[in-house]
T-cell receptor, first 109, second 114 residues
Framework: KNEVEQSPQNLTAQEGEFITINCSYSVGISALHWLQQHPGGGIVSLFMLSSGKKKHGRLIATINIQEKHSSLHITASHPRDSAVYICAVLMDSNYQLIWGAGTKLIIKP | EADIYQTPRYLVIGTGKKITLECSQTMGHDKMYWYQQDPGMELHLIHYSYGVNSTEKGDLSSESTVSRIRTEHFPLTLESARPSHTSQYLC?????????????FGEGSRLTVL
C-alpha cells in the first residue's frame, strides 16, 4: 500500500464543472503540497498547507489532519486546467517528501 | 514566477558520454533537490542539498553525482550515460531554514541516451 494515494487516477470533465481531486496518506506529516504538472514537464507549486483551507483564484485546497486526507477543488474548470495534479506530503519523522502518483485531469471545451 | 532554471531542456546523447545537467536559482534558497521522473510516474528524489558543501543521496539509487559549491548552483553529473538513464530530471529549491518551505521547480531536463 502506498503511503500517499490519490484519486481518481484519471479524470475527464466538461468545461465549467466543479472538480475534486483527493489525497489520502498514512503517515504523520508536517505539511502537504499540491502541485501542478503540465505536459512538457514543468511543475508549479499550488499550495502548501498543514491545516484548514487555502484558496487561490479558482483553486481551493483543504486538509483534515485527523482523517489524513486532503482535497483539491477547481471551480469553473477550464481547458487550461488540464494537467497532472500531484499531492506530496512532508513526513514529520524525517522531513522527507513522499509523492503521490498524480491525477491526470482533462477538461474538454 | 519562480527563478529556477535548468539547462539543457532536452538532450539526446550516445551511451558512454559524460553529461552535466545544470540547475541555477536566483532566490537565495538553501535547499535544492534533484528528482527523476519517468513518463506517467511519480517523482523520485535522487539528490538533495541543504546548503553549500552539503549533498546527500535521496531514496532512489542513482549513478549520478552532484556538487554544491555555490548557493545558487546545483549541477548533476552522469559520468557515463546509459540508456537506463533516459528520463526527465527535475530540479527544485525551497527557502529558509524551515524544512516545510514551499517548493519551486525548474522546467526539467529531458534526457535520452541512445
Amino acid at each position: 500500500k502506498n503511503e500517499v494515494e490519490q484519486s481518481p487516477q484519471n479524470l475527464t470533465a466538461q468545461e465549467g464543472e466543479f472538480i475534486t481531486i483527493n489525497c489520502s496518506y498514512s503517515v504523520g506529516i508536517s505539511a502537504l503540497h499540491w502541485l501542478q504538472q503540465h505536459p512538457g514537464g514543468g511543475i508549479v507549486s499550488l499550495f502548501m498547507l498543514s491545516s484548514g483551507k487555502k484558496k487561490h483564484g479558482r483553486l481551493i485546497a483543504t486538509i483534515n489532519i485527523q482523517e489524513k486526507h486532503s482535497s483539491l477543488h477547481i471551480t469553473a474548470s477550464h481547458p487550461r486546467d488540464s494537467a497532472v495534479y500531484i499531492c506530496a506530503v512532508l513526513m514529520d519523522s524525517n522531513y522527507q517528501l513522499i509523492w503521490g502518483a498524480g491525477t491526470k485531469l482533462i477538461i474538454k471545451p | 514566477e519562480a527563478d529556477i532554471y535548468q539547462t539543457p531542456r532536452y538532450l539526446v546523447i550516445g551511451t558512454g558520454k559524460k553529461i552535466t545537467l545544470e540547475c541555477s536559482q536566483t532566490m537565495g534558497h538553501d535547499k535544492m533537490y534533484w528528482y527523476q521522473q519517468d513518463p506517467g510516474m511519480e517523482l523520485h528524489l535522487i539528490h538533495y542539498s541543504y546548503g553549500v558543501n552539503s549533498t546527500e543521496k535521496g531514496d532512489l539509487s542513482s549513478e549520478s553525482t552532484v556538487s554544491r559549491i555555490r548557493t545558487e548552483h546545483f549541477p548533476l553529473t552522469l559520468e557515463s550515460a546509459r540508456p537506463s538513464h533516459t528520463s526527465q530530471y527535475l530540479c527544485a529549491s525551497s527557502p529558509g531554514t524551515s524544512l516545510t518551505g514551499e517548493l519551486f521547480f525548474g522546467e526539467g531536463s529531458r534526457l535520452t541516451v541512445l
